[in-house]
């Protein structure tokens, strides 16, 4: 199973980016999907979820900023980022809870980091 995460790039503050996921190789279900992330010298961080049935959560320094989605046929998720600030800056990484066969439990996959840059 493996995670590729694409979509970072360097913005003006106030500017908008959108980040995608994408999983594959052989697995029974995924189950929730989420975007981290890390900004230097500080611990990695959620910063929004979703549920296989679609129920989100955001960190509460996003909310009503970033939006994020995912496609269950296309095994993918987003992160729809807008009025970015520079404290939005850090290494985002997309994180699946994925379960390889029906009978095994869910397991962490992550992607492999994309780096988000606003500039002031």
């Known amino acids: 199973v493996q995670l590729q995460a694409s979509g970072g790039g360097l913005v003006q503050a106030g500017g908008s980016l959108r980040l995608s996921c994408v999983v594959s190789?052989?697995?029974?279900?995924?189950?929730?999907m989420g975007w981290y992330r890390q900004a230097p010298g500080k611990q990695r961080e959620l910063v929004a979820a979703?549920?296989?049935?679609?129920?989100?959560n955001y960190a509460d320094s996003v909310k009503g900023r970033f939006t994020i989605s995912r496609d269950n046929t296309k095994n993918t998720v987003s992160l729809q980022m807008s009025s970015l600030q520079s404290e939005d800056t850090a290494v985002y990484y997309c994180?699946?809870?994925?379960?390889?066969?029906?009978?095994?439990?869910?397991?962490?996959?992550w992607g492999q980091g994309t780096q988000v840059t606003v500039s002031s």
């Open positions: 979703i549920t296989l049935r679609g129920t989100t």
């Open positions: 190789g052989r697995f029974f279900r995924i189950d929730d």
């Open positions: 994180n699946g809870k994925i379960r390889e066969l029906y009978y095994t439990s869910r397991a962490d996959y």
